[in-house]
Each structure stands twice: as C-alpha cells, then as structure tokens.
C-alpha cells in the first residue's frame, strides 16, 4: 500500500519575532523543514513526501536546499490562506488512483516524530481509515465560563493532539471537499465532520510543535540528547 505524506509548512514565524519564518530557522546547524522531511524519509524512504509552502517562500527554500545540499525527493504544493486550503492543495498533487493508499498530514514545525509514531500512525489508519496521535495531559486544566469565573476539569477526559494525523486516502480526499469552516483545527476536525470517526495512538512526548523562541532552546536540547 502506498503511503505518503504531507508536510505543512505555511508559517510567517510571527511569534518568533523575527523576519525568517520559523520553519527555516536552524536547529543543530540545520532548518527545522529539512530535519522534518528528514523524520519521515528515515522511517521510510518510500514514503511519497508533499511540501506545501507559501510561494513567496518557495525560492528561499529552494535556495536552502543548495546551501545544505539537501536531495530527499520531495513534490512541491503551494501553500493556501488557512492550514485547511494548504492541506487541500497538497492533497491535490496525490494521484486520485492511489485512492487505497495512506495519507499522513504532518506539522513542518514538527522535526522530532519518532519512528514509531510514524510507523503506527500508518498502521492504525490501515485498521481504522483515520487516527491522530495524542498526548496524556499532565497539567492540571481549568475552563473559562463567560462571567469570567472558571472551574476545574478532569484532566482524564483531555489529550493533546499531534501530528502525523493519517488517513486513508479516500476518506481524507473526501473530506477535504467540504466548504472550510472556522470549526477546522486540524484535519482530524475535517474528517469527522464528514461523518468518520477518529482513533488515537500514542504520541512522543519530544514530538513538540515549534513556534516560540523558548521552543526553540527545547530543540536544541533534545538534539543533544
């Protein structure tokens, strides 16, 4: 069965409070994207990868890829206004005759997926059609009331999300041809609200999403180790 992936990597890098978008930003001597392309090539080099990027940051791109003489094959989409249309149009350069194949959507900010949440992510979505990889909460979690008051949660009942989100094929493509609504987070939101339900695998607690300075220092550290 044939897998891919697709790598979302549209951000401005605001929160960083810099002019280079934060998914150049090096990390150990390299830029972010490139170590998560990385992830997934080294898991399985067979793994079709789909890169959407703004156009306005393509050639940038490109010129780093020859600065790091970085050759991981790779299909270039462009980015949309919202995480939702940048999705879609990377969904569009797969084959529609791969409709039996694996679709992962996966975070470009994301360099530190461990094999085996790629890997059963993949398997899980064989089994299930759709699957996320989620978190235990560790935090104790209060919810904000319109009066301003707030009261305490079981934080049993919560997970945090991550991504690679996996799919197959067609339910993915199916999805994604409803009209976009603010209620889409994440592609998982999509899915279910094309009537499919989502199961969860565990995810990697070093699986961070980075998009502050602070994230940054943990990615260096995490290299390290």
């Known amino acids: 069965m044939k897998k891919y992936v697709i790598i979302v990597a549209g951000g401005k890098g605001l929160r960083m409070g810099g002019e280079v978008p934060k998914q150049f930003l090096p990390i150990g001597g390299k830029p972010v994207l490139m170590r998560t392309v990385e992830a997934f090539y080294q898991t399985d080099a067979e793994t079709g990868i789909v890169l959407v990027l703004p156009q306005e940051q393509q050639s940038y791109w490109k010129n780093l890829c020859c600065q790091y003489d970085f050759r991981i094959p790779y299909i270039l989409a462009d980015g949309g206004c919202t995480r939702f249309h940048s999705a879609r149009n990377?969904?569009?350069?797969?084959p529609d005759e791969?409709?039996?194949?694996?679709?992962?959507?996966?975070?470009?900010?994301?360099?530190?997926?461990?094999?085996?949440?790629?890997?059963?992510?993949?398997?899980?979505?064989?089994?299930?059609?759709?699957?996320v990889p989620v978190l235990d909460m560790v935090d104790s979690v209060r919810q904000l009331s319109e009066d301003g008051s707030s009261m305490a949660v079981d934080r049993s009942c919560l997970k945090l999300v991550q991504t690679p989100q996996t799919f197959r094929a067609d339910i993915l493509k199916n999805?994604?041809?409803?009209?976009?609504?603010?209620?889409?987070?994440?592609?998982a939101s999509v899915v279910e609200a094309s009537g499919v339900s989502v199961a969860l695998v565990s995810g990697n607690r070093e699986n961070i999403k980075i998009t502050t300075p602070f994230d940054l220092k943990i990615a260096e550290a995490l290299l390290k180790e």
């Open 98 to 131: 791969d409709s039996d194949s694996l679709i992962a959507v996966h975070d470009g900010v994301r360099p530190f997926v461990s094999p085996r949440v790629i890997q059963e992510c993949f398997e899980a979505a064989t089994r299930w059609g759709a699957v």
């Open 175 to 187: 999805a994604y041809r409803q009209e976009f609504t603010e209620r889409f987070t994440d592609d």
């Open 90 to 94: 990377g969904l569009q350069v797969i």
